[in-house]
């Protein structure tokens, strides 16, 4: 359950340490979910996020109707056990993907659905704040983004957004394929699906180069 008078916390620990070397940092009080990205600089872990103020507070049975998330970035500082907090952008945010080029780095952009209706698929610019969107129509909502590189290409968001669509009043999924640098237009592809995809969490793209053939 919900527990107001306790805070949110972030626990840094090295990459050759152990759990006694573990530095503990505060955090705002909120609940996260899933982060976007996170990288080292200058002695601090930079996290974009996804964040609610509260969860399973006054809803039991999940997120929506205790509070909608968004997106935000924290700069945790193991020197002063410290999280400094900015939001990065307007709008509700979830299910966060990055460029896999820039795992780990600095990123620019963040791809997100929807964070309260799970309707249209967002572009985020971290640097900032512009929020590129692409509804996919009424009653439909796409799942988590994912974004796949062009083929020789090394720029970030040079890519593919992949999105699950779903409508809600049933039938089969498409998985509709947008141009990374053209979010707000109209897709590149469409790909009928024989049958609904049932609403889930997170997807993963792998290359047919890294699938042993058979």
Wanted: aromatic letters at 8%; hydrophobic letters at 35%; proline letters at 9%.
């Amino acid at each position: 359950a919900w527990n107001p008078d306790h805070p949110a916390r972030v626990g840094l620990l090295p990459r050759d340490g152990t759990a006694d070397d573990i530095v503990w940092c505060e955090a705002p009080q909120c609940y996260v979910f899933h982060p976007v990205n996170a990288y080292d600089d200058d002695g601090t872990v930079v996290v974009d996020l996804c964040r609610y103020d509260r969860m399973f507070d006054g809803d039991q049975n999940g997120p929506v109707g205790d509070s909608a998330p968004t997106l935000a970035r924290w700069v945790v500082d193991p020197a002063t056990a410290t999280v400094a907090e900015t939001m990065l952008a307007d709008g509700h945010h979830e299910f966060p993907n990055h460029d896999p080029r820039v795992g780990t780095r600095r990123h620019r952009y963040a791809y997100t659905a929807d964070g309260f209706e799970l309707g249209p698929t967002h572009r985020v610019d971290v640097e900032s704040g512009e929020v590129v969107r692409h509804d996919h129509g009424e009653g439909r909502f796409g799942a988590e983004p994912l974004l796949v590189p062009k083929d020789g290409s090394t720029d970030e968001g040079d890519g593919w957004v992949l999105v699950c669509v779903n409508d809600r009043v049933g039938g089969p999924a498409e998985l509709v394929i947008l141009d990374g640098r053209d979010m707000a237009g109209p897709p590149v592809a469409r790909i009928h699906l024989p049958r609904r995809v049932p609403d889930g969490f997170h997807g993963s793209w792998v290359p047919d180069t890294v699938v042993a053939p058979g």
